[in-house]
C-alpha cells in the first residue's frame, strides 16, 4: 500500500523555514509524492522538484488547507506547518496506519529541533514538561504506545482525501482550533485517528516568549470555548487544572494572613510545595534531556507563568458567546 501523497503547507510568504523544510521533503523515503505550498500572493521566483507553488489570496491557513481538495492529486492528504518539517521515514513509518478502513487520520509528535536556540527550546519543553504538557506530551514527544485518539494538530497530521471531502474540510471560522473541529469531524463521522510515535516531524518553537504566550492565549481562549461548544473532545478535566490552580492560588493568598496558627496554614501550602517538586522534578529532566541546566532552570518560572495565563484565558473563553478571529 503506497498512495500518492501531497503534502499541503500554508503559508504568507516564503519564507526561511519554507527553504529547510524543503530540503527534508525532498529526501523522503516515498515512492510517490507532491508538495503543495499556498502562499498570499503569487512567487515567479522560487522552483523545487515535485512541488506547486500556488497564490491563495491573503486568507488564513484553514482555508490554505481546504485548497488542497481543489489541487491535490495524493490520495492522502499530510498536513505540515510552514515552520516544520519531517524525518526522511515520515511518510514510511505513518501511511501504514492507513491499511484498516476505519482509521480515517493518523498524527505524530511535532518534536523541538535540536537546532533550536535556548529560548526555543524552553518554549519546546514547556510543553514537554509533566506539569506544563500534561497528558498532552506525546504531541510533542515521541512517547506511549500506538492508539486512537480524537484530536491532533495539523503541524503533523496526515487524512484521507476522501475522508476530508466528506468531512467538509476544516470549519474556517476558527483559528487556532480548527484542527480540533476537523478531528470531531472525522470521529463524529464514524473514522478513527491514530496517534504512532514512530513518525516523527520537527517543529520550531517560538523564539520569542512574549510571542509563547500570545500562543498560550489563543490556545487556551479556543479550548475554553470548545468545551463548551464542543464538549464532546474539549470538556476534559485536564483543560480545566489551570485554571483551578489559579482559583487555588487566589484562595491560598486570601486567607494567608487569616489564619494564625503556623500547622494549619501549613496544611493549605502542601499542594503548592507538591507542584513545587513537580516543577524541580520537570527541571531535572528537561535538563538531561536536553543536556543543558539553562533550559531546566528557566522551565521553572515559565511553566509556573503558562498556567496563570492559560487558566485566565481558558476562563475568557468560556465565558464569550462567540470567537473573532
Known sequence: MKPKVSIIIP???????IYESMEHILKLDWPEFEVLIFPDRPDEIHRWPKTKIIASGKIGPAEKRDLA?????????????????????????????FRKSEVGAVGCPAVTPSSNGVLQKVSGAIFESYLGGGFTRNRYLPIGNRRTCDDWPTVSLLIWRDVFKEVGGFDCQYWPGEDTKLCLDIVSAGYKIIYDPAGIVYHHRRANLLKHFKQIGNYALHRGFFAKKYPQTSLKIGYFIPTLFVLYLIFLFSILFRISNFEFRILFFLPLIAYGLGLLFDAVIISLRHKNPLIGILTIPMIFLTHIWYGIRFVQGLTVRKLER
Open 11 to 17: 503559508v504568507k510568504k516564503i519564507n526561511d523555514y
Open 69 to 97: 481538495l481543489k489541487f491535490a492529486r495524493g490520495k492522502v492528504l499530510a498536513f505540515l506547518d510552514d515552520d516544520a518539517y519531517p524525518r526522511r521515514d515520515w511518510l514510511k513509518k505513518m501511511i501504514p496506519n
